[in-house]
């Protein structure tokens, strides 16, 4: 099974400023998938960011607030751009594993990453 | 976008079995329903899928409707680690499909 990394875990952040966050796979994947969980929410899908081309994102959220970038099989990087307090949520990267399960829908999900807006 | 109804949030004691229910009236012949979990703080966990036949793995059951509107997710023996949210989502077994996420069940097993 697919291990996932994220970082940095959790962190505080001022109003208009920007945060990359980093999810490192222990194995190629093909398709990853950002999350997003606002306190006390669902997830909610923010994208999906495939290897070799640009990310493939939701209806409300764009590419200019939350950039994606593919460079390898093995790691993604989301930024939250110019953030504000309503992007304050915990950002999850997952994927879906494709050699011990592909094609049966088994997720893997990094712990996330605790973002706070102040 | 999700297509599943799960009451809210539900009990269950300690030893006994949990059965969760999940209403997916819509769904179309070729999409598969999951069962995912989420205990506090941590990302979401997989735990079961199936398609038109009774499913059981060493974490739970699941049992689908002959008409597959419905399902119901089992914990034979729920311990007080099963308390969660959990997640049923119905989407088509192609490699890259995205998962969409409900509201879920709050699942909160009493000693």
């Known amino acids: 099974s697919a291990v996932i990394s994220q970082k940095p875990s959790r962190d505080i952040c001022q109003r208009g400023t920007s945060l990359t966050i980093q999810c490192q796979v222990d194995s190629q994947v093909t398709m990853m998938f950002w999350y997003r969980q606002q306190p006390g929410q669902s997830l909610t899908l923010i994208a999906t960011a495939n290897q070799g081309s640009e990310a493939t994102y939701e209806s409300g959220f764009v590419i200019d607030k939350f950039p994606i970038s593919r460079p390898n099989l093995t790691f993604s990087t989301l930024t939250v751009s110019n953030m504000s307090p309503e992007d304050s949520s915990i950002y999850l990267c997952?994927?879906?594993?494709?050699?011990?399960?592909?094609?049966?829908?088994?997720?893997?999900f990094g712990e996330g990453s605790r973002l706070t807006v102040l | 976008d999700a297509k599943t109804t799960q009451p809210p949030s539900m009990d269950c004691a300690e030893g006994r079995a949990a059965n969760l229910p999940c209403n997916h009236s819509t769904i179309s012949g070729n999409e598969y329903v999951y069962w995912y979990r989420q205990i506090h703080s941590q990302g979401p966990q997989y735990i079961i899928h199936?398609?038109?036949n009774n499913e059981t793995n060493e974490m739970a059951s699941l049992t689908i409707t002959e008409d597959r509107k419905s399902s119901t997710l089992i914990l034979p023996h729920a311990t007080l680690r099963d308390t969660a949210v959990y997640y049923c989502i119905v989407r088509v077994a192609t490699f890259g499909n995205q998962f969409y996420f409900g509201t879920g069940t709050s699942l909160t097993v009493i000693p």
């Open positions: 997952s994927v879906e594993d494709d050699w011990d399960a592909p094609g049966t829908g088994e997720l893997f």
């Open positions: 199936g398609l038109k």
